[in-house]
């Protein structure tokens, strides 16, 4: 069974950091484009950022480039954002989701599994 | 940036047939994807390349797309199928390269 496990969320003030860790299992982790996508309390979907299987590519949101990294561990099956200079507009939560197509090397396939999701909360 | 436009809200009698456009510039060229999220729940992809289902989808989820609409049906709506629904799309040439629709919150009556 797939599965998506997002940690690292909490209370941080503005202009704080913050990592976010999603632990996969139940597939072969290091064979898939991963991504994170956020939802602000009562708003819609945001996709933030995605990593290509070998952590070769990266890809972000315009709004969190320069703050925000994605990462990889594939011995680990962990995916992470490491967040820095977070902002009060950063507040979501924060999913962990898999890309459907294993192998390939271009990203934009739609995401088939997401995690329960973390929330981050960018208050003073 | 690319841009999809969800009408906020579809009412629906049970048993009855849902319709939730996406709308976007020549949206038919490319490949729509529809979430269902339900209230403190991750999204569930339910449609993808335009009408593709998932295992364990129900066959009463269909999808369509051209032209400027992208069009995600539900038919024979059971309670159960309340919830917000998302389009997306991925442009390259956009800023988010993910896009995602403004959500549709569909209530069954």
């Known amino acids: 069974e797939v599965q998506l496990v997002e940690s690292g969320g909490g209370l941080v003030q503005p202009g704080g950091s913050l990592r976010l860790s999603c632990a996969a299992s139940?597939?072969?982790?290091?064979?898939?484009?991963m991504s994170w996508v956020r939802q602000a309390p009562g708003k819609g979907l945001e996709w933030v950022a995605n990593?290509?299987?070998?952590?070769?590519?990266?890809y972000y949101v315009d709004s969190v480039k320069g703050r925000f990294t994605i990462s990889r561990d594939n011995a680990k099956n962990s995916l992470y954002l490491q967040m820095n200079s977070l902002r009060a507009e950063d507040t979501a939560v924060y999913y962990c989701?898999?890309?459907?197509?294993?192998?390939?090397?271009?990203?934009?396939?739609?995401?088939?599994?997401w995690g329960q999701g973390t929330l981050v909360t960018v208050s003073s | 940036s690319y841009v999809l436009t969800q009408p906020p809200s579809v009412s629906v009698a049970p048993g009855k047939t849902a319709r939730i456009t996406c709308g976007g510039n020549?949206?038919?060229?490319?490949?729509v994807h529809w979430y269902q999220q339900k209230p403190g729940q991750a999204p569930v992809l339910v449609i993808y390349?335009?009408?593709d289902r998932p295992s364990g989808i129900p066959e009463r989820f269909s999808g369509s797309n051209s032209g400027n609409t992208a069009t995600l049906t539900i038919s024979r709506v059971e309670a159960g199928d309340e919830a917000d629904y998302y389009c997306?799309?991925?442009?390259?040439?956009?800023?988010?390269?993910?896009?995602f629709g403004t959500g549709t919150k569909v209530t069954v009556l």
């Open positions: 990593i290509k299987q070998d952590g070769s590519e990266k």
């Open positions: 997306q799309v991925w442009d390259s040439s956009s800023d988010p390269f993910y896009v």
């Open positions: 390349y335009d009408s």
């Open positions: 020549n949206i038919g060229s490319k490949s």
């Open positions: 989701a898999r890309d459907l197509t294993p192998f390939i090397a271009v990203a934009g396939t739609p995401l088939d599994y």
């Open positions: 139940g597939f072969t982790f290091s064979s898939y484009w």
